[in-house]
């Protein structure tokens, strides 16, 4: 379900509020905003420029090269790569922006184990993900009166992670990550992952530009992958 977004303040302070109904539950959500956050109109050139490089562009690989570019671009995060995955399941790094002081991902294959079942039916649900800071401790859910059943938190912003893909995030020394799921036909057709080596919490009107971004790229990959399937079957 698509989430209302309203900002309010509370005791002089500013937070984006964002609230989405699960089942017979409303779920809201208080983010406080900074006070150096850029307005929302802020991404409107960056966006425009995008639409603009993918028009330009003749292939899939050309789509995804752009798209990482100007992803990072946005949000500054000191990587970000594009994944195209294969019929199993397993993923390609097929694009990639990154720091240059750090080592390159791109052309490394991860096998589909690396996104379990459970995960890869969130990324179709929710297509976003944004860990701020993966050492944050998590805080637990206190229902009141107790609650029959666990909270389906699927669709909510600030839900906490797997703590096994915490520890992965840990051991490559990342400090900060997002992704963004390209979905096709209700399957996880290839997904935008950023990584950061300091935690980094992008404010809703950034993960919102960050979300048209990916939206624009996945109008602009349908017409080349249908073109890629014609001349394989050719």
């Given amino acids: ?17 964002l609230v989405h109904r699960q089942q017979t539950l409303v779920i809201a959500e208080f983010e406080q905003r900074s006070a150096g956050a850029p307005p929302p109109q802020y991404f409107g050139p960056a966006l425009l420029e995008a639409n603009q490089r993918f028009r330009h562009q003749s292939s899939v690989q050309g789509l995804l090269e752009a798209a990482v570019q100007v992803l990072r671009t946005i949000i500054g995060f000191d990587r970000v790569m594009a994944y195209r995955f294969r019929a199993d399941d397993s993923g390609d790094i097929v694009a990639e922006d990154r720091h240059p002081e750090l080592d390159p991902y791109l052309g490394w294959r ?24 993966v050492n944050a401790a998590p805080v637990a859910l206190r229902s009141l009166p107790p609650a029959d059943e666990p909270l389906d938190m699927s669709h909510a912003v600030l839900r906490s992670v797997s703590p096994i893909h915490i520890e992965y995030l840990q051991n490559i020394g990342v400090r900060a990550s997002m992704s963004l ?12 992952a950023c990584h950061h080596r300091q935690p980094m919490q992008l404010s809703y009107p950034v993960r919102s530009a960050c979300a048209v971004l990916t939206e624009l790229l996945a109008a602009h990959l349908q017409p080349h992958t249908v073109a890629e399937q014609a001349a394989q079957a050719a």
Avoid: C, E, K
């Fill in 110 to 133: 991860y096998p589909a184990s690396d996104i379990p079942a459970q995960a890869r039916r969130l990324y179709t649900v929710n297509l976003m993900r944004l860990i701020a800071d």
């Fill in 1 to 17: 379900p698509a989430a209302l977004h309203a900002v309010v303040t509370l005791a002089g302070r500013a937070f984006d509020l």
């Fill in 181 to 192: 799921s390209i979905v096709r036909d209700g399957r996880l057709w290839g997904m935008l």
